[in-house]
């Protein structure tokens, strides 16, 4: 357990390994994901802006829970994010399958190149390069 700021409020709290918000803030996440996950099961097709206004969750909380793969369980759901790289529309995760292919090829190059100065992992990349 450490002590962290609520990435979210401020907050100070106990969090639990990966935890980035506080449990005040969690709950209130699962709350809205819940409210999203309900409207999709029953619009499937809608589109962010959509759900946003359909269920007061902002736009930018829908697309993380798109990216953390959390709304692929809904069947037909049409909602994308693009790819941070070159844009394509992706159902999870930050990069499409050819950027993250890209990526994970660049990072080989470049961790056989210096090893040196990387010293410092990046959580998200390890995250995100599998798909
Ligand atoms: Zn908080
Ligand atoms: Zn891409």
Redesign the pocket.
Known sequence: MDLKK?T????I?AAAKGQK??P??LAEEEAKFERVKDYLWDHPGATIPQVSEATDVGEAIIKKFVREGRLVEVQGSNIKVECQKCGKPISQGKFCSECSNELANDIQKSKSKKKKNKSKRNKQEKMFTRD
Request: charged share 10%; with cysteine; net charge negative.
């Open positions: 609520c979210n409020c401020g907050q709290f918000i506080c005040d803030c």
